[in-house]
């Protein structure tokens, strides 16, 4: 008779495989980490062509999602719960990595085009310019906007602080442009006016003596 097979050891599963990874990686095995830049690289490469992203955007989103992978001694790799496999999760976080930069960017153009609208409409209305710059002051403010309407307060800041322009000021407020335009440079005349009234009141009041009697 002849001597019967020996058992084959059973094939390692892609949970056993996650598991050396993740242990190998809190190791600080250098090779997992290039095992981790590589498996990083290819779901990035999926997503470029989905999100339209740079070489310059995917190498930022790889080292981002490495940091947060690795921070506060890779925490996040300590809590991988292997309830789905390494590379599906991995998936998800540089997803919402990628997410959270294009929403960043987004909100940086905003601001850069809101202050580009407010630097023309400033520039458009140079006498007021310096009125506009003073009424970043909370006390100017609450002074010189007394007895304006909400409405025509609404729309110095659409156009002043926002950066908004008449058409579109005009379509918020349902008035025409030239009723829009109108309201805004009483209201300057009448905002600038009442501060210069204020300023020129309170230069001329007396100061008061410093220290009493001898």
């Known amino acids: 008779m002849g001597s019967a097979p020996r058992p084959r050891p059973a094939a390692a599963s892609p949970a056993d495989d ?46 981002e999602v490495e940091r947060r992978l690795l921070a506060n001694s890779a925490a996040r790799l300590q809590n991988f719960a292997y309830r789905c496999h390494l590379e ?29 609208l407010r630097q023309e409409a400033l520039s458009a209305v140079p006498e007021h310019e310096q009125l506009i710059e003073r009424l970043s002051a909370a006390a100017d403010v609450a002074f010189a906007r007394e007895g304006l309407d909400p409405l025509t307060w609404q729309i110095l800041r659409l156009r002043f602080e926002q950066g908004f322009p008449w058409q579109a000021i005009a379509q918020l407020t349902g008035l025409s442009e030239r009723a829009v335009t109108s309201r805004a440079y009483r209201a300057l005349e009448s905002m600038q006016q009442r501060l210069q009234e204020r300023d020129t009141a309170s230069s001329s009041t007396p100061s008061p003596l410093v220290g009493g009697p001898p």
């Open 18 to 63: 996650d598991r050396r990874l993740v242990q190998a990686l809190l190791l600080g095995e250098p090779a997992a980490f290039e095992r981790l830049h590589q498996m990083l690289e290819v779901l990035l490469q999926g997503l470029s062509r989905r999100y339209q992203l740079s070489e310059a955007d995917v190498n930022d989103a790889i080292a």
């Open 88 to 116: 599906e999760w991995l998936g998800v976080v540089t997803l919402n990595v990628v997410r959270e930069r294009m929403r960043a960017e987004f909100r940086r153009r905003e601001r850069e085009q809101r202050a580009h």
